[in-house]
């Protein structure tokens, strides 16, 4: 059974880098699929955030690109986000998932961890 | 920018009921949309893939169809389980976009 599951502080202040870390368990990263980032502010929708391949190639909402750096690191089996410059809006429950890439679905899930940008 | 347009945004429905969901793609997608289902406190889970295709160990009474910008899910005959946000999703082109949501009540 493949699992995520996200790591990384609950509270940054603004202006700094958000960085969070998924762990992959159940499936080696480096088979295949592409891996990515979802997040969802409270009360709010969906918004993809970007993804990853394991040989380092990524894809970005535009929305975010400037501010948006996705990594893998296949030897711990994991991927992470790394996300500069936040703000108040930036606060959001960040999920990881395995992303099917182009025409494919979000088959697996971690928990969530929810973010929040505050001094 | 593919924008999804759910309909409704909220929906009261009585336990045995049919429920119909339309997520509405201001461009064609051909197939590439899925469904989630999001519980309170929980991470969405996949529902159906492709417009149509079930999932396994998705319960049967979990339906979807269309193609191009229109689609629909349709849960058959309500459980109390099924209290839940639903969220359409499209993953055609960049950037991959979801639909707003549609949270369904049970009466």
């Known amino acids: 059974q493949v699992q995520l599951q996200e790591s990384g502080p609950g509270l940054v202040k603004p202006s700094e880098t958000l960085s969070l870390t998924c762990a992959v368990s159940g499936y080696s990263i480096s088979s295949g699929y592409y891996w990515g980032w979802i997040r969802q502010p409270p009360g709010k929708g969906l918004e993809w955030i970007g993804s990853i391949y394991h040989s380092g190639s990524t894809y970005y909402n535009p929305s975010l690109k400037s501010r948006v750096t996705i990594s893998v690191d296949t030897s711990k089996n994991q991927f992470s986000l790394k996300l500069s410059s936040v703000t108040a809006a930036d606060t959001a429950v960040y999920y990881c998932?395995?992303?099917?890439?182009?025409?494919?679905?979000?088959?697996?899930w971690g928990q969530g961890t929810l973010v929040t940008v505050s001094s | 920018e593919i924008v999804l347009t759910q309909s409704p945004d909220f929906q009261s429905v009585t336990p045995k009921e049919k429920v119909t969901i339309t997520c509405r793609a201001s461009?064609?997608?051909?197939?590439?949309l899925h469904w989630y289902q999001q519980k309170p406190d929980q991470s969405p889970k996949l529902l159906i893939k492709y417009a149509s295709q079930s999932i396994s160990g998705v319960p049967s009474r979990f339906s979807g169809s269309g193609s191009g910008t229109d689609f629909t899910l349709t849960i058959n005959s309500l459980e109390a389980e099924d209290a839940a946000t639903y969220y359409c999703?499209?993953?055609?082109?960049?950037?991959?976009?979801f639909g707003g949501g549609t949270k369904v009540e049970i009466k």
């Open positions: 999703h499209q993953s055609s082109s960049l950037p991959f976009t």
């Open positions: 998932a395995r992303d099917g890439g182009f025409y494919g679905d979000f088959d697996y």
């Open positions: 461009q064609s997608i051909g197939s590439s």
